[in-house]
């Protein structure tokens, strides 16, 4: 079936730094993309969302990236702080709300 | 502002027993979802309901059982419980379909089946 998956499963930046999470989509009928955060013990809280008549959409430190030709979704969050460090998952979704999510990436922020 | 709360947080129980977890929601979303995160599987889509009254199976609903009498509830019910359903239950909730919608989630029930 349509899968989405991650290129890297773990991520380690300096504090401070500007990190990129990375994220690959088989369905290219996908119409909407989500990033969420998951910290330890927590469920998955939204940071951004994206719909595929867009390319680029930007929040409070965080810009999310999509490129429908390669099927490429990232995440960019800037001057990464401590809180950051978390599992970030994208998922997506073809018109309907079943969304479909990647495995997940580790993001740590070193001091 | 409570939002989306699950209960119970924790729960350790045995084969064969039944078992319930509980899913509430203060925004009035017509949607709610159960999913089941796994090491190795990430979350896995169990039940999903549009409205009240109104369920559908998602990718892994063998051995579960839900259902939607008020729009603010969403229960989730073992049946039988069996030791490859110990996961980490997540709830969610969404706004109407329309114009796509971000789902948001609970905080999750750690379930364990001896």
């Known amino acids: 079936g349509e899968s989405v998956g991650l290129h890297l499963p773990t991520l380690s930046v300096q504090e401070g730094d500007n990190s990129i999470i990375n994220c690959a989509y088989s369905?290219?009928?996908?119409?909407?993309f989500i990033w969420y955060k998951q910290e330890s013990g927590k469920g998955p809280q939204f940071i951004i969302d994206?719909?595929?008549?867009?390319d680029k959409r930007q929040g409070q430190r965080v810009t999310v990236l999509l490129n429908k030709t390669v099927k490429h979704l990232s995440l960019q969050i800037a001057a990464t702080q401590p809180g950051d460090s978390a599992v970030y998952f994208c998922?997506?979704?073809?018109?309907?709300?079943?969304?479909?999510f990647g495995q997940g990436t580790r993001l740590t922020i070193n001091p | 502002d409570a939002g989306i709360t699950q209960s119970p947080r924790y729960k350790i129980t045995e084969t064969g027993r039944q078992v319930t977890l509980m899913c509430h929601q203060t925004?009035?979303?017509?949607?709610m979802f159960w999913y089941r995160q796994d090491l190795g599987h990430g979350l896995r889509l169990i039940y999903y309901?549009?409205?009240?009254?109104?369920?559908d199976k998602g990718e892994v609903p063998d051995g579960y059982v839900v259902s939607r009498s008020k729009t603010e509830n969403f229960p989730l019910t073992l049946e039988s419980a069996t030791r490859s359903q110990t996961s980490v239950y997540f709830c969610?909730?969404?706004?109407?379909?329309?114009?796509?919608?971000?789902?948001?989630f609970g905080d999750g029930t750690r379930l364990s089946i001896l």
């Open positions: 309901s549009a409205a009240a009254d109104i369920t």
């Open positions: 369905n290219s009928a996908s119409d909407y």
């Open positions: 925004w009035s979303h017509s949607y």
């Open positions: 969610a909730s969404s706004e109407s379909n329309l114009n796509q919608q971000p789902q948001h």
């Open positions: 998922a997506e979704t073809e018109g309907a709300q079943k969304l479909v």
């Open positions: 994206i719909r595929s008549n867009m």
